[in-house]
């Protein structure tokens, strides 16, 4: 397990808006275990900020397997150059990637917003079958490149469908849909959620 961390801020954005002279310890599980305010003199151990400190960014939409083209769709190669084309570009990028490359261009992408002060994401995730078109023998194929992209890079991961499946509903692409592209998900009704809260809270 990583060691824990201790930082002292002139200043950072906590719960309670902006306070000034801050220690905070992250334990080795990287949860923030004390932040403090109003400590003058950093602790002998503390590693000392220059600036101030905000809280990590969530990317709460991603389709990782997108950063495989990126800077190859926004260009004209046509009389026009839309949606619908970038659409076919994308289609024919998702067609061709095996978990492997999946799990190289994941971890690319999660390298990047972490670079970037981001240190979760959530990706809508779709992508389930083989370079011939058949599904995997494992489902789940697709989704364990990415989760193995997270583990290297140390990103927090969120895969969309795992979420809206674990609260009894769905989501899937709507293939009748033709003026563009449509992601249909679906809950159960609010009065069912609210009665599992508490459960929820309590695990």
């Not at 334990?27 to 101030?52: H, K």
Request: proline share 6%; glycine share 8%.
């Amino acid at each position: 397990m990583p060691e824990a961390v201790l930082l002292w801020a002139p200043s950072a954005w906590t719960p309670e808006g902006w306070r000034e002279q801050v220690v905070l310890r992250a334990d080795g599980d990287g949860r923030w275990a004390e932040v403090t305010p109003g400590i003058a003199t950093p602790p002998p151990d503390a590693q000392v900020l220059a600036g101030p400190l905000l809280p990590s960014l969530v990317n709460a939409h991603s389709h990782a397997f997108q950063r495989a083209f990126a800077g190859h769709a926004e260009r004209r190669e046509a009389a026009s150059d839309d949606f619908w084309s970038w659409r076919d570009r994308m289609y024919r990028v998702a067609q061709r990637l095996s978990p492997a490359q999946l799990r190289d261009v994941a971890a690319q992408l999660y390298v990047e917003l972490l670079k970037g002060g981001y240190t979760q994401v959530c990706e809508f995730h779709y992508l389930q079958r083989d370079l011939d078109g058949r599904a995997y023998a494992d489902p789940l194929a697709m989704s364990w490149a990415l989760a193995e992209a997270a583990a290297e890079t140390g990103i927090g991961l969120a895969v969309c469908r795992k979420i809206i499946s674990d609260h009894g509903g769905r989501i899937w692409i709507d293939k009748n849909y033709t003026d563009g592209a449509r992601v249909v998900l679906t809950l159960p009704a609010a009065g069912a959620v609210l009665a599992e809260l508490p459960e929820m809270r309590a695990a």
